[in-house]
Every structure is written in C-alpha cells, then in structure tokens.
C-alpha cells in the first residue's frame, strides 16, 4: 500500500512537472548530444507550427534548416563541455528561430525578438548528454528600446543640424572643422575648406522680402547636397554663408568642386510668392597646410579668399595661396 501510494506520488509530481513545461510561456527544447529533440513544448508548437509528432526524434537542423547551425554548435558544445549555461540576447542576435509575433502593442516588429539560453542536463551519473534550450519572447522590451534608441538619434540629429537648410548647424560644423584640422596634424592627409555666400543677398530680401530670400538659401543648400560626397562635411555657417569641408581634396580638386557647384547655382532658379529669382554665389578656397596654425585661422584663409571672388566682380572662385 505504501508503495502504490509512493508511485501515485511520483506520476502526480511528473504530471505536474510536464504541465509547467507545457504551459510556460517560454519556449523549451532539450535535444541529446546528435540534436535530436526530445521536448518540444506548447510554446515552441505553438509560435512555430510544428507539432511534437513532427519534430520529436528528429534533428534540430533537419526541422529548421535555417538556424545558424555552425554558430548554435559552438554554444552548444562549450554547454555539454564545461557544463556551464551559455545565454544569446535579442541585441546580440534579433533571433534564434524567426517566429511571428501576435501582441498589438509591437505591432511594428517584423518577427519575434528574442533572448536564449542552453543549459546542461546531467544524468544520474552527473554526465552532461543533454542540453536545453529555452527561448524568451522579449518583443516587447526590444521594440520599446529600438524606439528609444531611434528618438535618440532624431533629437541628436535635429541638435546638429540647421532647421531651414537640413546642414549641418554652425556649433556642430565648427567642431567637426577642429576634428579634420587636428586629423591632419596626425596624418598629413589632404583637405580643403570653401567658404561660400549668396551674391546681393541683401538686395534679394530687401526687393522680395525674406520668404524668397530663405528660399534661395534652400536652393543653394540643396545644390551643395546634391554635389557632396559621403564624407564631405557641410554646414551653415551664418545667414546666406556655408562652409564646405572637402575631406582627401586638395585645393586644386576643391576649386573643381566649387566651379561646379558655382556653374549649378548660376543656373539654378528660384520660385516663391509668385517671383522668379536668379542669383549666384563667390566662393573662396584654402587648402589645409602646415602655415595654418588652428581652425580658426583656416576658416580666415578661406574668407579672405572668398572677399577676394567680392572684389573680383562676385560668382567665381578663389583659391588662397
């Protein structure tokens, strides 16, 4: 009687057991040392689609051949080695198995994210021959964090960059010129700064008032946009003036670049409050050599080389010697 009452105990403990495991609301795999599985709970059924008559016996990366086998090896064996948990985060990789998500409030996220660990099972003999693998479902922090992270960066981007023209704003332009000015000082690397202002553009705002006068200053913003490259660094710097910072450019290529951009104004035509304006830009040049001393007397090279283009008549280009 004792012993039957003992066994009832047991399958009443099991049942329990194996009804946790069925109804947690993480997803439980233990697999032996071939990876053939052996548990396979509801949640796993359930997110994946596979019922444990499909799975159980057979390889993991037989049923889901996309699973980075080689990676999901080397965990797993450093588990049945030195009998230690191992753990993956959803920022480490997205996620181990690409399951779809069903909660509305992440209904931005295109799969499930997701947190793993592999643990080691030991036998009664303390032997390591099984591992589990045990997956979170962490949509939800990571898609809270993914939109922190992404307002972060639109505030730091609105915190460098000029509301009316979209360059970057004069604080942070002038701080990026010190980095170039001091990258050259270790490397020796050529870079080239231009200096540039709207032609009249008093008279501009005084005939057609300030609306096309913002106007022409977008029109030439979006003519330097178009003619920048990827490490070229652009900024307004006050008013109707910009700099250019030509990175890897020395003056001969950046008097190139600014004929360019001087031509591409020249043709350029503005429409705003039902005027047609034209109007043009001097620009002045000054490559960076070992007579400039610091940024601030960079920027005055290319200044004077811009007052120069003034006093030659206006719409051309300058270069400092």
Same mark, same amino acid.
């Given at each position: 009687m004792a012993l039957s009452e003992e066994l009832n105990k047991i399958l009443k403990d099991v049942h329990w057991q194996m009804d946790v495991l069925q109804n947690i609301d993480v997803g439980l795999v233990v697999m032996n040392q071939d990876?053939?599985?052996?548990?396979?709970?509801?949640?796993?059924?359930?997110?994946?689609?596979?019922?444990?008559? /499909?799975? +159980?016996?057979?390889?993991?990366?037989?049923?889901?051949? !996309?699973l980075p086998e080689q990676w999901f090896r080397h965990k797993a064996q450093a588990v049945f080695v030195l009998q230690n948990a191992t753990f993956t985060t959803w920022e480490q990789r997205p996620y181990l198995f690409r399951f779809p998500h069903y909660r509305p409030i992440t209904g931005t996220a295109e799969y499930m994210y997701q947190n793993s660990t592999i643990i080691p099972l030991a036998d009664t003999k303390g032997v390591v021959d099984h591992i589990c693998l045990i997956i979170y479902d962490v949509t939800d922090t990571a898609v809270n964090k993914l939109a922190q992270q992404q307002a972060n960066k639109q505030l730091q981007n609105l915190s460098r960059t000029d509301h009316l023209t979209g360059l970057f704003n004069r604080?942070?332009?002038?701080? *990026?010129?010190?980095? !170039?000015?001091?990258?050259?000082?270790?490397?020796?690397?050529?870079?080239? &700064?231009?200096?540039?202002?709207?032609?009249?553009?008093?008279?501009? /705002?005084?005939?057609?008032?300030?609306?096309?006068?913002? %106007?022409?200053?977008?029109?030439?913003?979006?003519? @330097?946009? %178009?003619?920048?490259?990827?490490?070229? @660094?652009?900024?307004?710097?006050?008013?109707?003036?910009?700099?250019?910072?030509?990175?890897?450019?020395? =003056?001969? =290529?950046?008097?190139?670049?600014? %004929?360019?951009?001087?031509?591409?104004?020249?043709?350029?035509?503005?429409?705003?409050? =039902?005027?047609?304006?034209?109007?043009? @830009?001097? &620009?002045?040049?000054? %490559? +960076?050599?070992?007579?400039?001393?610091?940024?601030?007397?960079?920027?005055?090279?290319?200044?004077?080389?811009?007052?120069?283009?003034?006093?030659? =008549?206006?719409? *051309?280009?300058?270069?400092? +010697?």
């Open positions: 990876y053939k599985i052996e548990v396979w709970n509801s949640f796993m059924q359930n997110h994946s689609g596979k019922a444990p008559e /499909n799975v +159980l016996g057979r390889n993991l990366f037989q049923v889901f051949p !996309e604080g942070y332009w002038e701080l *990026r010129l010190i980095q !170039e000015f001091k990258r050259f000082d270790r490397y020796e690397q050529p870079s080239s &700064l231009i200096m540039l202002d709207i032609d009249h553009f008093k008279k501009i /705002n005084d005939k057609y008032g300030h609306t096309v006068g913002d %106007e022409a200053i977008r029109g030439v913003s979006r003519a @330097i946009k %178009e003619q920048v490259r990827d490490l070229d @660094i652009a900024g307004r710097y006050g008013g109707e003036e910009f700099g250019i910072i030509l990175t890897n450019t020395n =003056g001969d =290529g950046a008097c190139v670049f600014a %004929e360019r951009l001087r031509k591409t104004v020249e043709h350029l035509t503005v429409y705003a409050d =039902g005027h047609e304006v034209k109007f043009t @830009i001097s &620009l002045g040049v000054a %490559e +960076l050599n070992d007579q400039i001393h610091d940024h601030r007397n960079w920027i005055e090279k290319a200044d004077h080389a811009l007052y120069r283009s003034k006093e030659g =008549g206006r719409n *051309r280009c300058t270069m400092e +010697l």
